[in-house]
């Protein structure tokens, strides 16, 4: 029982350090590893080495697929390709469906590209799209924002996914297809809240944007001409999905040399790597001047804290494992295993209200879970999309993404608690019943 208090003081002044403290979650996380290892008898030089083999194990692989998804996120922003992406989304849904385009642009964006990246990239088409539709900017902007962040929060090869992939010991492959269904679902409750709930939010922004377009007489639609097909710019973030994919749907046990061939290719590492590859020869054909070299720089910059955080959250995770903590929580969710399947969720939940994080909501919710997974009667996948689902819940104030939109939009305060703090809430729980649907059809 000291064990499992040890581990509660600890959990709870890791929350106050990064959201009420203000302690960089790097510093946050290893400081509490260590804190825990010592408390737990493990003694300083023990602790240490455990710390230091639970950041190495997590990163072994994991740092050179983030760098990699990075760099195809920084070819999409240089060629153009992101945009076009979201053009022809629209020109294919129509005006009637712009909330689902949005949405489902979102979906596709976000894998290889940063939520706050890939939304400031299409604000010029979020609120040209506004206005030609007489919509709010909230409307088409939170419909965006549902299909950025449930990529963000649940498919590979972004970050987040990745961590907890890694953490639970979860098949990349099956993951991959249940976060895809379980997305499904908390993208639509994203944009329906936005559809139907942010109809009436009209805030002083829009008024400026009208009077901004109000000299481009072209209905929506028109603008939206795209010079080359989009398939190409979708290369780089289709092919390590379906190659990741290939490697869940073709596996057998009966060994041959096609299945080596499908199990190198569906690896994470070679299949983001063939990705960017693909993105490099597109960024040669439609670049002259540009250098492959300062993309990779950018993306290694850009990825070195997601990097760092992440393997501080694996040493975190690895001295829970090796604390003994879980053989005492064993006895209880064998007596209440239904409370097992909200476990994860709560744990995120509690993590992304008080960080505004995602990505330390995942890796920390994950790196609590992950001793606990034999424990648990579910599957490792299964328990990702969980904790995924409750990452979404709830953000408000100290969310970064929070105060991009309100410094792009000028969307008041209020009505960002209003709508997107709410919104994100809907995400969650539309999220879960998609799992919980998955659980009655039998995926385990």
Known sequence: MLQLIVLLVVLLLLVLAVSRWRWHPFIALLLAALALGLCSGQGGEETVRLLGEGFGNTLKWIA??????????EV??????????????????????????????GYLVSIPVFVDVAYI????????????????VLVIGLALTAGLTVSHTLLPPTPGPLAVASLLGADIGRLLVINAFVGLFALAGGVLWARYFCKDSWIDYDQKLAGKFRS??????????????????????????????????????????FQEIIGFFSTPMVAVMVGAGVAALQYRRKTAGGTLGKLVEQAITKSALVIMITGAGGAFGFLIKESGVQSLLTAFFAELPFLGFFLP??????????????TVSLIGAASMVGPLV??????????????????????????????????????????????????????GLSGLAGVGLLYLLGVG
Not at 121 to 136: F, G, M, N
Not at 217 to 222: D, I, K, L, Y
Not at 248 to 254: K, N, P, V, Y
Not at 378 to 400: D, K, R, W
């Open 64 to 73: 050179i697929v983030v760098i990699l998804g990075a760099f195809i996120g």
């Open 76 to 105: 999409l922003r240089e060629t153009g390709g992101a945009l076009r992406i979201a053009n022809t989304v629209v020109k294919r849904f129509g005006e009637q469906r712009l909330t689902w385009a949005m949405g489902f642009t």
């Open 121 to 136: 990239v299409l604000q010029p088409v979020t609120e040209a799209i506004a206005v030609r539709a007489r919509k709010p």
């Open 216 to 257: 481009t007489p072209a209905p929506a639609g028109e603008d939206f001409t795209i010079p080359e097909s989009p398939l190409l710019d979708l290369l780089p973030i289709l092919i390590p999905i379906l190659l990741m994919g290939a490697g869940a749907f073709l596996q057998t046990e009966e060994a041959s040399l």
């Open 345 to 358: 969720f709560l744990l995120a939940a509690v993590l992304t209200t008080a960080t505004g994080s995602i």
């Open 374 to 427: 034999e424990q648990l009667p579910y599957s490792p996948e299964l328990l990702a999309a969980i904790t995924g689902c409750g990452a979404f819940c709830v953000f408000h104030a100290n969310s970064s993404f929070f105060w991009l939109l309100n410094r792009l939009h000028r969307v008041p305060v209020p009505v960002l608690y209003r709508t997107y703090t709410l919104q994100s809430l809907v995400m």
